[in-house]
């Protein structure tokens, strides 16, 4: 079996007092004796729902169905908790490389963070598996030959919503943006699929991250008259800002239109106050037999169905396993060359395929929030209205500028 440790971000400067036992021989060109695989991830902020110890345990599931060893070593798991500073996840991924000989890092949430810590793997010649930063910047003007971008990103949550609301007549929009990269991104792209679409932004406004009182927001968008106020914030802060839009009077008279929900996020405000609400993900645990039978597993350990990243995240690391074993070692290089020319089948992911950038293209899905009166069972809260194919959904490669794409 393999070993697993929750790191926390507060021992940052310890040395770590579990190492992999010296006496496990190397396997023909595996470098250390074990493979070791970092989740950082967000263990008590914003993002703890979506992410934190969901992430961790997907992780876990991963190396345990994969068999606890990979080309004769075993898999150990560790995780630490970002707190979604950029500073704390590069410092972390720095530890993680030198000191505790980390192969690969995953989930990764809170895209300032995610873009400091790619950076750091870059650096030291090892692989970054994003599933929770949602940037382009990842797979763009910021990509890496060892970063992949795994479950979504903003040009794929855009292009499925901000396009859908706008052919359904909302075309005049108006944006509360937090103020940092994830933000920036998702407004961007939001804006350019609006204009797409032949919509409006009439206007935007950027709120302090994280928040907890968007009223002066709020007004600022009731005042624009645009038809749909756009939300490209997530977890509490979306959700707080469409519980005190419903508070105001603003929603139903404009529309909410959120450009990230998860099914956690959906949850905790209820089918009341979220139905009607139009999203994009790349999954959903009630999709078809083979994702009901792992969200069941992974709820039996977590009590909670998991979100679009969780399952990005088990299905990145196993992804990742299947490339070392395949690869026959865990140097960086060799991993990521199987990484890029072996398809993604999986629960999560049906004929993906990473990217010369980094960008795991895969379908994604166009949902709606059920009424409580069409919800039959616990978490019975999507429709799937649309199958959106994945060289829809994610950016083409004639709009990148990452020069990977151009070798």
């Known amino acids: 079996m393999f070993k697993f440790k929750v790191v926390a971000a507060a021992l940052a400067g310890a040395a770590s007092a579990w190492l992999a036992p010296s006496a496990i021989a190397q396997s023909g060109k595996m470098s250390d004796g074990v493979v070791k695989i970092g989740v950082q991830t967000d263990l008590s902020g914003i993002y703890s729902d979506l992410a934190g110890q ?6 876990k599931m991963a190396a345990e169905d994969f068999g606890g060893k990979v080309n004769g070593v075993p898999i150990e798991v560790i995780a630490g908790d970002t707190q979604n500073k950029p500073d704390v996840a590069s410092n972390m991924a720095r530890r993680w490389f030198d000191e505790d000989k980390v192969d ?3 989930d990764l949430p809170g895209s300032a963070a995610a873009l400091a810590a790619v950076k750091v793997a870059k650096e030291k010649n090892r692989i970054a598996m994003v599933s929770s930063g949602g940037t382009t910047r990842l797979t763009n003007e910021d990509c890496t030959d060892r970063t992949v971008h795994w479950a ?3 040009y794929a949550l855009a292009n499925g919503t901000a396009r859908a609301v706008t052919q359904q007549g909302g ?3 108006f944006f509360i943006t937090p103020d940092y990269a994830f933000g920036h991104s998702m407004e961007k792209d939001a804006s350019e699929a ?4 032949g919509g409006k932004v009439l206007g935007s406004v950027r709120h302090p991250f994280p928040g907890s009182d968007f009223s002066t927001y709020l ?4 005042s624009s008259g645009a038809k749909v106020i756009g939300l490209a914030n997530a977890a509490s802060d979306m959700m707080t800002t469409i519980k005190q839009a419903n508070e105001f009077g603003i ?3 404009q529309r909410l239109a959120s450009m990230i929900v998860m099914i956690t996020d959906i949850h905790a405000m209820g089918l009341k106050t979220a139905q009607g609400l139009l999203s994009t993900d790349g999954f959903y645990w009630d999709l078809n037999d083979e994702t009901r039978a792992w969200s069941k597993r992974f709820f039996e350990r977590h009590k909670r169905m998991p979100t679009m990243i969780q399952a990005g995240v088990y299905s990145a690391t196993l992804h990742y396993l299947k490339s070392i074993k395949a690869a026959g070692t865990d140097e960086a290089g060799a991993v990521m060359a199987k990484i890029k020319a072996t398809p993604v089948n999986d629960f999560f992911a049906k004929n993906g395929k990473v990217r010369a950038d980094g960008r795991m293209v895969h379908d994604m899905l166009l949902t709606q929030v059920k009424s409580p009166a069409e919800s039959k069972y616990p978490w019975d809260y999507y429709k799937v209205l649309k199958v959106i194919p994945g060289d829809q959904a994610y950016m083409p490669v004639s709009k990148s500028v990452c020069p990977l794409n151009k070798k």
């Open 171 to 173: 075309d005049t929009w």
């Open 152 to 154: 979504y990103d903003t």
């Open 251 to 253: 929603s139903p008279k």
């Open 54 to 59: 969901g992430s961790v345990l997907a992780a």
């Open 104 to 106: 690969m890092i995953v």
């Open 194 to 197: 609006i204009k797409a679409a």
């Open 219 to 222: 007004l600022q968008a009731q």
